[in-house]
């Protein structure tokens, strides 16, 4: 399972980092997203990363970073220079399976 820790508030301009644990059968060897959702919107793809490649949407390349620590089995979002559209929750997710999500709002 994909156990998710971090998020929370953040005023324009700051930084938060998410966390997504990977536990039991899943192997990060597939890669890991991460995915934002607002209401009444469809899950979006913000970020992923495999076997070393790493893609992010438009709108927040430049100040979001996802990283791998292979040694825990822990994938990072570094998210940096935060904007009030950044709000949403965040969920990370690979081989079908879900992390419970996170709310991340960013609001001065």
């Known amino acids: 399972q994909l156990v998710q820790s971090g998020g929370g508030s953040a005023q324009p301009g700051g930084s938060l980092t998410l966390s997504c644990a990977v536990t039991?059968?899943?192997?990060?060897?597939?890669?890991m997203g991460w995915y934002r959702q607002i209401p009444e919107k469809q899950r979006e793809l913000v970020a992923s990363i495999y076997d070393g490649y790493r893609e992010y949407v438009d709108s927040v390349k430049g100040r979001f970073a996802i990283s791998i620590d292979n040694a825990k089995d822990i994938v990072y979002l570094q998210m940096n220079s935060l904007k009030p559209e950044d709000t949403g929750v965040y969920y990370c997710?690979?081989?079908?399976?879900w992390g419970q999500g996170t709310q991340v709002t960013v609001s001065s």
């Open positions: 997710g690979t081989q079908g399976v």
């Open positions: 039991g059968s899943i192997t990060i060897n597939y890669g």
